[in-house]
């Protein structure tokens, strides 16, 4: 099989015309190769590497290195990559916007990421901010959400955010949630659940009112995982295990219900798995042990297959359509 | 071997895939793509990837509780390890004939559920292989893997078995070449050929049903000629075979026929990949590459890992974007253009929150740039 065949077969089929069908073969072998997605992960493997390398090299050699050179030179690159992605910006607008400028994004990443890296600088060297971490944390957050929406730029919204959660005293990049936090902490457990139901309802608000409504998933996605998680590990570990029971299957069910309306399967799978966790968890908290020897391994073996027919059955339940 | 899914419909979906391009690139007209859609029919069942893991995970969970349940009747019957080899042989039965049944009843394709049982089928067969030979010598295994794994590939094309197959393989051929002294020194050689071997014969075969097994062939025979030749992993993986203890691993034979293929096969990758508009060979030669850029690193270099993260950093800010200025119109058949939308926004959103957007001055020590851990973002393009 090959695209020679194809076309062979659609032209006997009269699907295409013999012109069309010759036509559609000289472009599939003269169509230019596009590297461009190969050019844009070595452009962002490169911001990565380069900001983290920095980061170090600066604070090893923070004795040796003039500071002002430092502080100069990081200065004068964020600034350069703030005002090229200023020039190349597109006019503000509620919706996504095509960038038609191929690097400014890439730009106002890397000029965000020096930032961090210049005001970091700026504060073990000469304490800025003093003891008030809060404000060092607080100052880009700020920045950041004013860049991402200004630039229409979701990798910063979600670096924002991140800044936002550890202005609160949490980690919330997503393969971190478990180990950058201390859970065990209950005020942290319950800030964990508040600040992800209002990422939430940001994301809730950003759809309803199409304000970059494209920006949702970020908010939903992060805000969403932040408390599902933090409400199972209460639910764990706490005693008032019928409130965080409570927050967690609505957690659940607003997931599934989310993913019903956009379509957006990937709410769906955490809807399935955080609810099954809770619903689990709860079953076996309840029961008496000598119930749970009896039932145990069938338990697990019946719900899951059920679970299995629910997600193969998921479009015709949920009413999906597509 | 028998295919499991319709392989008539397998060809459609290929079909149907270069005609949306078409339609992308206005070469169809939308009654034309409906024209095909209706004459080239399938109609597998094809959730999307969040369903599928879900699917994955909880069919995965069925089976093994499955397996427990059966064990509380079976084994008690049982002395010894007859009952273990009896659970296995009695679930890899029920497994293979539910994943039947399933493909042919719900018209499964590669959903999530079929691999699972699929692989859950073949893991219980070779539980009684390794009760009845106590540990047995790696050739052996190997080949005995591989009497189940090939025909499960034939069968199924499934991308987890040709993963498995190819590397039983290869470790099958390092293991019997070992054996002996001329063999245990030409190994490495002996990996490029087999690779080299099974890249080209790869090539020659064109066929829809295992296409997405062909392209992991390729890639893995790319990345098994190219680790053959790496100076690297013939000098650790030598010291290693000779029971060398000590921080250096010492020097190798042919040092400099290793020095040359370490520098030029990623060299050859990446322009064989863009003369053959090849993303296979280009990638890999890309990662290739990188790994070359290591292995100088480990002998000779004098930067620290910071140094060179940086300096790697602003090298590959500059190419790139020395690349994307150059390519602002087509040149050479290359073009920057977008080939399709943007489907993985969203996941590069959160790569930035993960690596990136660390808060600048926890503790008043750790810097911006964040922690840097697994960088295995640039794969998930």
Redesign the interface.
């Known amino acids: ?3 020679k065949t ?1 076309l062979a ?2 032209e006997e ?1 009269k ?2 015309s013999s012109e ?1 069908s010759s ?2 073969e000289t ?1 599939e072998i ?1 169509k ?29 050699n923070i004795d040796t290195i003039g500071h002002q050179v430092i502080i100069g030179l990081i200065a004068i690159l964020t600034l350069f990559c703030f005002v090229y992605a200023f020039r190349n910006k597109n006019e503000f607008t509620w919706d996504e916007v095509e960038s038609s400028n ?2 400014s994004e890439y730009a106002l ?2 000029g ?2 020096a930032f ?6 700026l ?2 060297q000469y304490r800025v901010f003093g003891s008030k ?1 809060g404000l ?2 607080f100052i ?1 957050t700020v920045l ?1 959400f004013f860049c991402a929406y200004f630039f229409d730029h ?10 936002l959660a ?2 609160l005293g949490l980690t ?5 949630l478990l180990s950058g936090n201390d859970f065990t902490d209950l005020r942290i457990i319950s800030t964990a659940i508040f600040l992800g139901v209002a990422l939430i309802a940001v994301g809730w608000l950003t759809m309803k009112r199409d304000l970059k409504a ?1 920006f949702s ?2 908010y939903f ?2 805000g969403g995982n932040l408390a599902a998680i933090a409400s199972l590990i209460g639910l764990f570990n706490e005693g008032i295990k019928i409130m965080f029971f409570l927050s967690a299957a609505a957690l659940s069910a607003f997931f599934i219900y989310y993913s019903r309306q956009k379509h957006a ?2 709410f ?2 955490m809807g ?2 955080y609810g099954y966790i809770v619903v689990t968890y709860t079953i076996f908290n309840i029961l008496p042990d000598d119930a749970l020897s009896l039932i145990g ?2 338990y ?2 019946l719900t ?2 059920g ?2 027919f629910f ?2 059955n ?1 479009k015709k339940i949920l009413g999906i359509k597509k | 071997m028998k295919k499991a899914y319709n392989t008539e419909w397998v060809t459609n979906i290929a079909i149907l895939q270069l005609a949306e391009s078409w339609l992308a690139k206005n070469m169809l007209t939308e009654d034309q793509f409906s024209l095909v859609k209706s004459s080239f029919p399938e109609n597998f069942y094809k959730p999307g990837i969040f369903v599928k893991i879900g699917l994955f995970i909880f069919t995965t969970v069925a089976c093994s509780f499955c397996g427990g349940f059966l064990s509380l009747f079976i084994l008690g019957a049982f002395d010894g390890d007859g009952g273990v080899s009896m659970v296995a042989i009695v679930l890899a039965i029920g497994f293979i004939l539910m994943l039947e049944f399933l493909i042919k009843d719900r018209k499964l394709f590669h959903s999530g559920v079929d691999n699972a049982l699929l692989y859950a089928g073949l893991g219980t067969m070779l539980v009684p292989f390794f009760v009845l030979f106590n540990n047995p010598p790696v050739w052996l295994s190997c080949c005995f893997a591989l009497t189940l794994v090939i025909p499960a590939f034939l069968r199924y094309a499934d991308l987890l078995t040709v993963f498995a197959a190819f590397v039983i393989l290869i470790t099958l051929i390092a293991n019997i070449m070992m054996k002996f002294t001329l063999g245990a020194a030409l190994v490495p050689f002996g990996i490029m050929l087999f690779s080299a071997l099974i890249y080209f014969v790869n090539r020659k075969i064109s066929s829809a049903y295992y296409a997405n097994c062909q392209l992991v062939i390729s890639t893995l025979c790319l990345i098994t000629f190219y680790f053959g030749g790496n100076y690297y992993c013939v000098r650790e993986g030598n010291a290693l075979l000779n029971d060398f203890i000590g921080p250096i691993a010492p020097q190798i034979p042919f040092a400099s026929i290793f020095y040359f293929s370490t520098l030029s096969i990623p060299i050859l990758y990446v322009i064989f990949g863009i003369r053959e508009k090849d993303r296979t060979l280009l990638i890999t030669g890309l990662l290739a590459f990188a790994f070359s850029v290591f292995t100088y690193r480990y002998y000779f270099g004098f930067l620290t890992p910071e140094q060179v993260l940086t300096t790697a950093g602003i090298s590959m800010i500059v190419f790139s974007v020395a690349v994307i200025q150059f390519l602002k119109t087509p040149k050479l058949s290359l073009t920057d253009e977008k080939m399709g939308k943007r489907k993985l926004a969203n996941l590069e959103a959160l790569i930035a929150s993960q690596h990136l957007g660390q808060s600048p001055m926890e503790k008043g020590v750790e810097f911006g740039g964040g922690n840097f851990g697994g960088g295995g973002a640039g794969s998930g393009y």
């Open positions: 099989m090959s695209v194809i077969d659609l089929k699907i295409i069309q036509l559609i472009y003269s230019p190769f596009s590297v461009h997605w190969e050019l844009r992960s070595i452009l962002y493997l490169g911001i990565l590497f380069f900001t983290s390398g920095l980061g170090v090299i600066i604070y090893q191929k690097l990443l890397l965000c990421t961090l890296v210049m005001e970091g600088y504060q073990f971490y060092a944390v880009p950041f979701r990798g910063v919204l979600s670096m924002a955010i991140t800044g550890s202005w919330i990049a997503p393969l971190s494209h998933f970020t996605f992060l399967l990937v769906l799978l399935v798995i391994i069938s697990f073996m899951s297959i679970v299995i997600l193969l998921v």
